[in-house]
């Protein structure tokens, strides 16, 4: 099966402020011998820029954003959407706070292509970027809630993306634990009316789910609360 573009104009900027940020840097290290810092203050700017924008595409559905959930253990980024080569390897470490955030721009079968970014944070390293394919195990969203019914959060589960017919799926138990997974793993992503949706596939009850969702996030800090 073909992979399919992707393509969401509000998010042509991003790689714009990555062109920014890499030319910023590369003028001033350029003259090693009369500059040895980089230019905080432009480097403060184009970083707010990029922060607003992220969190922004971290919530509710409004992107085509992916989280890579795997931590501490090696994830690797394919040349292909099928081959086994593999690209780059990266690693995302609970003890150090390091997060990617990865941008979907094809789609296939087992794999998504994407444009891997460290995740916007105060480190003194602004950002690392690759663009691969990434198995869809190692992709997906937050869950988030829906409806609260006497207090209970309930997330709603669609067969289709109509968006009819919802299925609830209770987010806690009557003791607090958690029933509904908190990263969903992502199969595809399809636009209606202007708002991304994600078909995730999870455990709920001892039982495998498939169904499509119209609220989640990626952020790792905020976790779509």
């Known amino acids: 099966m073909a992979p399919s573009r992707i393509i969401f104009a509000s998010e042509s900027i991003i790689p714009l402020l990555h062109l ?3 030319h910023l840097m590369n003028t001033e290290h350029s003259n090693r011998m009369r500059v040895t810092k980089p230019n905080t203050r432009l480097m403060s700017i184009v970083y707010g820029i990029f922060m607003l924008i992220s969190i922004s595409h971290a919530s509710y559905g409004q992107n085509n954003d992916i989280l890579l959930w795997q931590m501490n253990t090696p994830i690797n980024i394919y040349t292909s959407a099928t081959g086994h080569e593999v690209k780059t390897v990266i690693l995302q470490s609970s003890m150090d706070d390091l997060w990617y955030c990865a941008e979907v721009i094809e789609t296939s079968e087992l794999r998504f292509k994407v444009l891997v970014s460290l995740y916007p944070d105060i480190s003194e390293e602004f950002y690392y970027s690759c663009e691969g394919w990434v198995d869809k195990t190692q992709c997906g969203v937050y869950s988030d809630v829906n409806i609260y019914k006497d207090g209970v959060g309930y997330m709603y589960l669609y067969p289709d993306t109509t968006l009819t017919d919802p299925i609830l799926y209770r987010q806690n138990d009557d003791d607090g634990n958690l029933m509904l997974p908190q990263v969903l793993t992502v199969l595809e992503f399809a636009l209606k009316d202007g708002k991304t949706l994600a ?27």
């Open 20 to 22: 920014l940020c890499r």
């Open 199 to 225: 078909k995730v596939i999870f455990t709920y009850d001892d039982k495998i789910v498939v169904g499509w969702i119209s609220r989640f996030c990626i952020n790792p800090y905020s976790t779509c609360n």
